[in-house]
């Protein structure tokens, strides 16, 4: 069944608001020792906006979920759909699109529930920051936002986020069009999805390094299946691309060579979803097992085992929780970030 709840909501929260694999400054990277933020599953929620922990032990155990550490924050409105990533050393970055501001948590920040101002807030500079509904780290530790409402996605460089401001972007890629999710591969290629275009296309690092209008060295459109609204993306350990197909009910996925040859795919995997359990699916992240957490938009979370990722089917889920009392859910990341996956 087509549902066209992401799109609609996307137009009524937007509507409202009138690779180069080079380095910057230090090429080595050490992050800080011992991080301490707190392990589990984070998202932010816009209906009854707050930044949510899910805890491993309620990963595990399922069933409705108060969320171990919930922060609400004066530093952005997170009433729109919200991207999250985390940096190497903790710290939780997210989008607020209704705003257009980007914010960061340390992971002192993170540590309890409560009214919490964000450690880092960076506001638009000449439109730098325009509804930004994602965000994802290169292997350089560099921050990329994508914009929807502008079509472009940015790049900020450390030296940029170390404290609050407005900084100019240090490179901006015009997609002309609206994206709305973004991941990198393992050779630093740029993905991103729009809820628009229906398509998926891929940025290649070379394409990365300076400011332009670069042709998507990929452009995949979804032959057998309709792709309608995709939105999240993730690579598993295996290279494999996985994208939720939201208006369709379901998740794809693409193998390394499909992702090489671009065009009219028929997806290697197509998992079909079962509401309530996930109803329409918006967030993925992987963990170190290889198991994939898909998040529903009404604030359901799913996990499918590696197993069940194999072959084409309607799986049911190993582990369904809901997290009660939040919605309007758009993305989700673990920490720690899986060793074996790309930066995301």
Aim: aromatic share 6%; charged share 10%; glycine share 8%.
């Amino acid at each position: 069944m087509t549902r066209p709840l992401l799109r609609n909501a996307a137009m009524i929260f937007f509507a409202s608001m009138n690779l180069g694999c080079s380095y910057d400054a230090a090429m080595a990277y050490t992050p800080p020792p011992d991080p301490v933020t707190a392990d589990g599953l984070w998202t932010a929620s816009a209906a009854a906006p707050a930044i949510l922990r899910v805890a491993p032990e309620q990963l595990l155990a399922g069933g409705n979920a108060v969320p171990s550490i919930a922060i609400l924050t004066p530093s952005a409105h997170l009433s729109a759909l919200n991207g999250v990533a985390f940096d190497a050393d903790g710290t939780l970055w997210i989008t607020s699109a209704v705003d257009s501001v980007l914010v960061a948590f340390s992971p002192a920040a993170l540590a309890s529930s409560g009214q919490v101002a964000a450690s880092r807030r960076v506001t638009s500079a000449a439109g730098s920051l325009s509804a930004p509904s994602s965000v994802a780290f290169d292997a350089g530790h560099r921050l990329w936002v994508a914009n929807f409402e502008s079509g472009t996605i940015v790049r900020f460089d450390r030296a940029q986020l170390a404290s609050s401001g407005a900084p100019t972007p240090a490179v901006v890629i015009a997609t002309g069009g609206h994206p709305a999710s973004i991941a990198f591969d393992a050779s630093g290629s740029l993905w991103a999805s729009g809820v628009r275009q229906n398509e998926i296309v891929k940025y290649g690092a070379a394409q990365l390094a300076a400011s332009g209008s670069p042709v998507p060295e990929v452009r995949i459109t979804v032959s057998g299946t309709p792709l309608v609204d995709p939105a999240g993306i993730a690579f598993d350990a295996d290279g494999t691309l996985w994208l939720s197909n939201s208006g369709h009910q379901s998740v794809i996925a693409f193998t390394a060579a499909q992702q090489s040859a671009g065009g009219a795919q028929a997806p290697h995997i197509v998992l079909a979803l079962h509401p309530p359990a996930v109803s329409v699916p918006t967030g993925l992240a992987f963990d170190a097992d290889g198991s994939l957490w898909v998040m529903s938009e009404d604030g359901r979370l799913a996990k499918f085992a590696r197993a069940a990722l194999a072959e084409s089917g309607a799986p049911l889920p190993d582990t369904r929780l809901v997290l009660t009392g939040y919605g309007l859910i758009w993305s989700a990341a673990i920490w720690p970030t899986p060793a074996a996956l790309p930066i995301n």
